[in-house]
């Protein structure tokens, strides 16, 4: 009698007491690169705020690029001596980001479109 009192107890202290926990879901790649996209661009365009005149000339290349090899070009031509921004601060922190999907990227459109979507942010803003 005791112990099944005990059982019974137990299930229902488990059964008020705990919360099934609610994980967040993880971010998609996209999402990924353009935050660290968003954070980077802002930075680096309130310590240079005449950079910030080319992003107009940049968002228009972006709608013909297709690969990441493109957007690293298209982003050397607008803003020249700035290239570690786009390959150091928005690229490698994507990846190296913990919510990055374990077994890789193999679709460069990530890049194109996270950069676009924070490009996009920042004109519109």
């Given at each position: 009698?005791?112990?099944r ?10 059964a008020g ?14 999402e990924i690169?353009?935050g ?7 930075r680096?365009?309130a ?25 690293r070009?298209a982003?050397?031509e607008?803003?020249?001596g ?9 690229i ?5 980001d ?9 679709d460069?459109?990530?890049?194109i479109?996270?950069?676009?979507d ?6 519109g803003?």
């Amino acid at each position: 009698m005791v112990r099944r009192l005990s059982v019974l107890s137990a299930l229902a202290l488990l059964a008020g007491c705990i919360d099934m926990p609610c994980v967040p879901p993880t971010p998609e790649p996209v999402e990924i690169v353009k935050g660290h996209a968003t954070q980077a661009f802002a930075r680096a365009f309130a310590e240079k705020p005449d950079a910030k005149e080319a992003i107009g000339k940049f968002q228009e290349k972006l709608g013909s690029i297709e690969t990441t090899h493109e957007l690293r070009e298209a982003w050397k031509e607008c803003f020249p001596g700035m290239e570690r921004l786009l390959d150091r601060r928005v690229i490698s922190r994507s990846i190296h980001d913990p919510n990055w999907p374990v077994m890789g990227v193999n679709d460069d459109r990530v890049f194109i479109e996270g950069v676009r979507d924070a490009v996009g942010e920042l004109v519109g803003s």
